[in-house]
Antibody, heavy 125, light 107 residues
């Protein structure tokens, strides 16, 4: 059974850097892509980006200038850094695994099949 | 970015009702469409992937259909635990985007 667990500070000051880690158990981080998603309180879901085991990344352009996702295969973990945060970055942050379905036309259809429980990060002085 | 629009944003229904939620993409996304259920204070849970494939362990009362720009999630007979929020999500192109959510409430 794959399990993901987010960890990191729950309070970050404006203009500082938000740092979170996702620990993966039940699967090798080398087998899949890994992703971060966030949800402001009472609002919808926003995909932040993904990384694979080799460190190849893809970020949401709306956050790209401030986001870094990295992977530590020795610890089976991946991490999120979001710089220059403001109150608008207050959200529940989820780590998730984008698995894929290989369809009959030869395309990969990605979907999030495993999620962490989420961690609330509040940006406030 | 591909915009995903769900309708309705909320609906009221009774236990046992058949419910349909619609998701429309701003451009064709073939079958690159997934559905999630989110209970209060919990992470989203995958229900349907690739527009119509039921995720393992998900009750058969959930079904998905559609391709191109128009998709539907159908719950054939609402159960008490189904009165929560549902999201669609496209993985046709990055940035992967979600619909704004549909809240299913008890009538």
């Amino acid at each position: 059974q794959v399990q993901l667990q987010e960890s990191g500070p729950g309070l970050v000051k404006p203009s500082e850097t938000l740092s979170l880690t996702c620990s993966v158990s039940g699967d090798s981080i080398g087998n899949y892509y890994w992703s971060w998603i966030r949800q402001p309180p009472g609002k919808g879901l926003e995909w932040i980006g993904y990384i694979n085991y080799s460190g190849s990344t893809n970020y949401n352009p709306s956050l790209k200038s401030r986001v870094t996702i990295s992977v530590d295969t020795s610890k089976n973990q991946f991490s999120l850094k979001l710089s220059s945060v403001t109150a608008a970055d207050t959200a529940v942050y989820y780590c998730a695994r984008p698995s894929y379905y290989y369809d009959s036309r030869g395309y990969y259809i990605y979907y999030f099949d495993y999620w962490g429980q989420g961690t609330l990060v509040t940006v406030s002085s | 970015d591909i915009q995903m629009t769900q309708s309705p944003s909320s609906l009221s229904a009774s236990v046992g009702d058949r419910v349909t939620i619609t998701c429309r993409a701003s451009q064709s996304i073939s079958s690159y469409l997934n559905w999630y259920q989110q209970k209060p204070g919990k992470a989203p849970k995958l229900l349907i992937y690739a527009a119509s494939s039921l995720q393992s362990g998900v009750p058969s009362r959930f079904s998905g259909s559609g391709s191109g720009t128009d998709f539907t999630l159908t719950i054939s007979s609402l159960q008490p635990e189904d009165f929560v929020i549902y999201y669609c999500q496209q993985s046709y192109s990055t940035p992967w985007t979600f619909g704004q959510g549909t809240k299913v409430e008890i009538k």
